[in-house]
């Protein structure tokens, strides 16, 4: 560092009678007021040199807007006017006939999702009442069905007594049968 620590320690002894020679009185302790002062002096000259970087900061701030201001010249100024003409431009022209574009070409497609919003509908009208139809003649076919099936049911008990009797009357048939043909079988064994 510069140093300046020990020239002011120095400079103290002198002003305190001390000759700053050999033969002079000793420096004083670090344990007295005025070292103390002088210490916190010297930290504070470490800590601005060390740590403060404004100066240094300072002083490349303005030899960049310097060297921004002459190596540059307008010419940012001019990109910068070039880019608000053509955003005022944009604005003035551009944005309106987009608009308006946009409007018509939107109004014509509203249309059209209209229309295929309409016609999709009437399908699903359309469907929902071939829908109501089956479903109306499936009822209408399950209950004959039902009806077919109870009447199936209650007829049962009649056809089943019918076959019975048919059955009865066939076992009856092939006994006499079967008699009649004992008998010509019994004429024939007696030979």
Same mark, same amino acid.
């Given at each position: 560092?510069?140093?300046?620590?020990?020239?002011?320690?120095?400079?103290?002894?002198?002003?305190?009678?001390?000759?700053?020679?050999?033969?002079?009185?000793?420096?004083?302790?670090?344990?007295?007021?005025?070292?103390?002062?002088?210490?916190?002096?010297?930290?504070?000259?470490?800590?601005?040199?060390?740590?403060?970087?404004?100066?240094? +900061?300072?002083? &490349?701030? @303005?030899?960049?807007?310097?060297?921004? !201001?002459?190596?540059? *010249?307008?010419?940012?100024? #001019?990109?910068?006017?070039?880019?608000?003409?053509?955003?005022?431009?944009?604005?003035?022209?551009?944005?309106?006939?987009?608009?308006?574009?946009?409007?018509?070409s939107?109004?014509?497609?509203?249309?059209?999702?209209?229309?295929?919003?309409?016609?999709?509908?009437?399908?699903?009208?359309?469907?929902?009442?071939?829908k109501?139809?089956i479903?109306?003649?499936? +009822?209408?076919? &399950?209950? @004959?069905?039902?009806?077919?099936?109870? !009447?199936?049911?209650? *007829?049962?008990?009649?056809? #089943?007594?019918?076959?019975?009797?048919?059955?009865?009357?066939?076992?009856?048939?092939?006994?006499?049968?079967?008699?009649?043909?004992?008998?010509?079988?019994?004429?024939?064994?007696?030979?």
């Amino acid at each position: 560092m510069s140093g300046g620590g020990t020239e002011t320690l120095v400079a103290c002894d002198a002003a305190q009678g001390g000759g700053g020679g050999g033969g002079g009185k000793k420096r004083d302790s670090l344990g007295t007021p005025g070292a103390a002062h002088l210490i916190i002096k010297d930290l504070g000259e470490i800590h601005s040199r060390l740590l403060d970087h404004r100066p240094v +900061t300072q002083g &490349e701030i @303005r030899y960049f807007v310097k060297e921004f !201001e002459e190596k540059r *010249g307008l010419r940012e100024l #001019r990109v910068l006017k070039n880019l608000e003409n053509t955003i005022q431009e944009t604005n003035e022209r551009l944005l309106p006939k987009c608009r308006k574009t946009m409007e018509g070409s939107l109004g014509e497609t509203l249309q059209r999702l209209q229309a295929a919003n309409d016609s999709i509908c009437r399908l699903q009208q359309r469907e929902q009442e071939r829908k109501k139809v089956i479903n109306d003649h499936l +009822t209408a076919s &399950e209950k @004959r069905r039902l009806l077919q099936w109870e !009447e199936f049911l209650n *007829g049962q008990p009649k056809r #089943r007594a019918e076959v019975d009797e048919e059955h009865r009357r066939a076992m009856e048939r092939l006994r006499e049968q079967y008699a009649a043909m004992e008998k010509d079988l019994a004429k024939f064994s007696t030979f």
